[in-house]
């Protein structure tokens, strides 16, 4: 079965970076692209940005441009979110999703991650 | 950003009751829109795509409507697991956008 398994809770001063992974299983890795959604505690799902895991190809909301690096790697079939900057209102669960083919993204998403969740605090 | 405006926020129902969710685009997305349901501390399920392609699984209860600007959700006749928050989002163009949220809640 198609699963995408997230690394755990992280918490994080301001002004630190976090690394989130999503691991992916049951397809065809290279086949389709993986976005990454954020829900704040309360607040409505806001997209962060997609990669395609077949080129790298990166498309990042604008709000999170220069702050957000997605990567992928083939070899062990995950996918890396990166925030740098971190602000307390970064708070949130962060889910990666799958979204598209290996060359576009579809917009939206079928299958999703179990959850990360990162705390901002001093 | 295109805004996604979801009404009611919260809605009160019965088991077997026919509940509709509506979902207003602040401009045309055509039928680029997806229903998604999220239960306490869990990720979303995907429910519809392209506003009324129900996906492989998904019980036939739930059917999607709409195009342009006003989407619904119906949930024809309300089960017990449905009780849940139903999110709209749209994939008409960048930055991919949700709804608030509708909450059913048990009456």
């Known amino acids: 079965q198609i699963q995408l398994v997230q690394s755990g809770a992280e918490v994080k001063k301001p002004g630190a970076s976090v690394r989130v992974s999503c691991k992916a299983s049951g397809y065809t890795f290279p086949n389709h692209g993986i976005s990454w959604v954020r829900q704040a505690p309360g607040q409505r799902l806001e997209w962060m940005g997609w990669i395609s895991t077949y080129n790298g190809n990166t498309n990042y909301a604008q709000k999170f441009q220069g702050r957000v690096t997605m990567a992928t790697d083939t070899s062990t079939r995950t996918v890396y979110m990166e925030l740098r900057s971190l602000r307390s209102d970064d708070t949130a669960v962060y889910y990666c999703a799958r979204d598209g083919n290996y060359d576009y993204a579809w917009g939206y998403f079928d299958y999703w991650g179990q959850g990360t969740v990162v705390i901002v605090s001093s | 950003d295109i805004q996604m405006t979801q009404s009611p926020s919260t809605l009160s129902a019965s088991v077997g009751d026919r509940v509709t969710i509506t979902c207003r685009a602040s401009?045309?997305?055509?039928?680029?829109l997806a229903w998604y349901q999220q239960k306490p501390g869990k990720a979303p399920k995907f429910l519809i795509s392209k506003a009324s392609t129900l996906q492989t699984g998904v019980p036939s209860r739930f059917s999607g409507s709409g195009s342009g600007t006003e989407f619904t959700l119906t949930i024809s006749s309300l089960q017990p697991d449905d009780f849940a928050t139903y999110y709209c989002?749209?994939?008409?163009?960048?930055?991919?956008?949700f709804g608030q949220g509708t909450k059913v809640e048990i009456k």
């Open positions: 401009q045309s997305i055509s039928s680029w």
């Open positions: 989002q749209q994939y008409s163009e960048y930055s991919w956008t």
